[in-house]
């Protein structure tokens, strides 16, 4: 898996693109039709979701039965790469490459320690904050799209450890000394919030201690081809518009600039929107249909969860 780090005009790391190849279907694999959604890694399941009719909100039920994709992190390993997200990205990327049950697949993918602009939690304070974008709920839940959690929710895979667990207790010191390594999210589009994939132990201590988390996201960008095209149309872009200002000067005199002030930066900024712009989650015709997530609800949570 080629690996390629983004940064910015100014040298400021902001990214890793992962290019994942010989990869068709993903261990972690999306499976969706008709407003339900059936998540499985290895072919065990691991969340069953349905969206509600009126489109307010999503239904899930976690099976207890997914399994984390990266090592535990050393104390040592902390320290030595606090405050290094490009560094924690490369690790975390190595981790992803050699599991066969994580989310990627053939395509571009960006790991990347930038969330959306409304996660700025303002003057709230850490600990309420980012207990907030929590989905609570286990086995069952919902994650509200209209009143409180919008895109920006965090859905665990495992059900939440509490303040006091044993994993919890070594993560607050290291929170509380600025070493705690980043969890690692998945944005999934179909259920318009972030999947906790791992670090659910480093989440929890973080709010704990009210700090806020290094977070990591992995999101699906846009594939080679598609860089490649809109490239070409946003060079072709830029010439047209150097050759307009230049027939502009030759009428007007040296009084009109030569548009490369404007042009040069919209080119740079459509050049890394195609780099780092994100993709759809995509999802896997449910086998079976609608029936088949039905009989697989009915088998995983035993009437306990009408699939509501």
Do not use: N
């Not at 066969?100 to 409304?118: A, E, V």
């Not at 965090?154 to 070493?179: E, F, I």
Request: glycine share 12%; charged share 25%; proline share 8%.
């Amino acid at each position: 898996m080629r690996r390629t780090d983004v940064v910015d005009d100014d040298g400021t790391w902001t990214g890793l693109t992962l290019e994942a190849e010989d990869r068709p279907r993903p261990g972690l694999c999306l499976f969706a039709g008709d407003g339900r959604m059936l998540l499985t890694q290895e072919t065990r399941p691991v969340l069953l979701a349905a969206v509600t009719e009126d489109h307010c909100e999503v239904g899930f039920w976690r099976t207890d039965a997914y399994g984390s994709l990266l090592p535990p992190w050393r104390a040592g390993t902390a320290r030595d790469l606090a405050g290094r997200p490009d560094r924690w990205a490369h690790r975390f990327a190595q981790c992803l490459a050699a599991t066969t049950g994580g989310p990627l697949h053939d395509g571009r993918w960006l790991l990347s320690p930038q969330g959306p602009p409304h996660w700025s939690r303002g003057s709230e304070p850490a600990a309420e904050y980012w207990g907030q974008t929590i989905v609570e709920g286990h086995p069952g839940g919902c994650v509200d799209w209209f009143f409180l959690h919008g895109d920006w929710a965090l859905l665990p895979l495992r059900a939440m450890p509490g303040p006091d667990d044993a994993r919890v207790k070594a993560y607050r010191k290291q929170a509380r000394d600025g070493v705690l390594p980043p969890v690692l999210l998945w944005w999934v589009s179909g259920l318009a919030c972030h999947l906790i994939l791992d670090g659910h132990a480093r989440l929890a201590a973080a709010v704990a201690e009210s700090v806020e988390p290094p977070l990591l996201h992995l999101v699906r960008t846009a594939p080679g081809d598609e860089v490649t095209a809109g490239t070409r149309r946003a060079v072709e872009w830029y010439e047209a518009e150097l050759a307009r200002f230049a027939a502009l000067r030759a009428r007007h005199g040296d009084t009109v600039p030569d548009g490369a002030g404007s042009a040069g930066p919209a080119l740079a900024r459509r050049l890394e929107d195609l780099r780092t712009a994100t993709r759809p989650t995509w999802a896997w015709p449910l086998p079976g249909g609608t029936e088949g997530w039905r009989r697989v609800v009915r088998e995983t949570t035993g009437g306990a969860w009408d699939g509501r």
